[in-house]
């Protein structure tokens, strides 16, 4: 079975600053896929970011990147130049080509002014 | 891109109704549809996998007589909530998965269900 741990409930960040969101996944499978989603206010699951398995550079997405360590099963986003709006709650997520998407626990991040 | 339409966005029923949410995939076609529910602020829960024109798979601990998903055609699935009590008030997700793969999954934007 696939586990994915978030182990920051919250985090907080001040505006223009970086922050980074961990997450670690746990499969026996090899060919897979993992994403970051926000979800604001609204609850609209927003597709941040998303990273194959089999390759080896870390995927980007403007302001947003990741650290994607396969042998280390670790898998965390970088935000950087932090906006007001980028305030919600970040969920990494795993899937294969066979299988459903299972999610952390996700990570509530705050910015500040 | 790909959209997910969700109605209705949110549903107040009486203890013991029914209650149908439906899932479609605007622009391409679903052969996979999966249902989450989600407490307050807590993660996506899956409670079912759906594949079209087959028998939903559930979950563990998912009763699948209270909550019948259908996915009769590639661009709609349905969840309905039987007998709806207070316990099942919760926001439920559907998301669609096309093909190939890599296409992504796609979300709709979410029913509020609050059982009265």
């Known amino acids: 079975a696939q586990t994915v741990t978030q182990s920051q409930p919250e985090m907080s960040v001040q505006e223009a600053e970086t922050v980074t969101l961990s997450c670690t996944y746990d499969t026996s499978e090899s060919d897979y896929y993992l994403f970051w989603y926000k979800q604001p206010p609204s609850r609209q699951m927003i597709l941040v970011i998303r990273?194959?398995?089999?390759?080896?550079q870390n995927a980007t997405e403007n302001r947003f990147s990741v650290n994607f360590q396969k042998a280390a099963k670790s898998f965390s986003l970088k935000i950087s130049d932090s906006q007001l709006g980028d305030a919600a709650m970040y969920f990494c997520?795993?899937?294969?080509?066979?299988?459903?998407?299972?999610f952390g626990a996700g990570t509530r991040l705050t910015v500040k002014p | 891109g790909a959209v997910v339409s969700q109605h209705p966005s949110w549903v107040i029923c009486k203890s013991g109704t029914s209650v149908k949410i439906e899932c479609r995939s605007l622009d391409f076609q679903a052969t996979t549809m999966f249902w989450y529910r989600q407490f307050p602020k807590q993660s996506l829960m899956l409670m079912a996998t759906?594949?079209?024109?087959?028998?939903?798979?559930?979950e563990q601990g998912v009763e699948k007589d209270k909550f019948l998903i259908n996915h009769a055609s590639l661009t709609l699935s349905t969840l309905t909530v039987t007998s709806a009590h207070p316990e099942d008030s919760s926001f439920y997700i559907c998301s669609a998965r096309g093909q190939p793969f890599n296409y992504g999954y796609t979300f709709g934007s979410g029913t509020r269900l609050t059982v009265v």
């Open positions: 997520a795993f899937s294969s080509p066979n299988n459903d998407m299972r």
């Open positions: 759906s594949n079209e024109g087959s028998k939903a798979t559930y």
């Open positions: 990273q194959e398995a089999y390759k080896q």
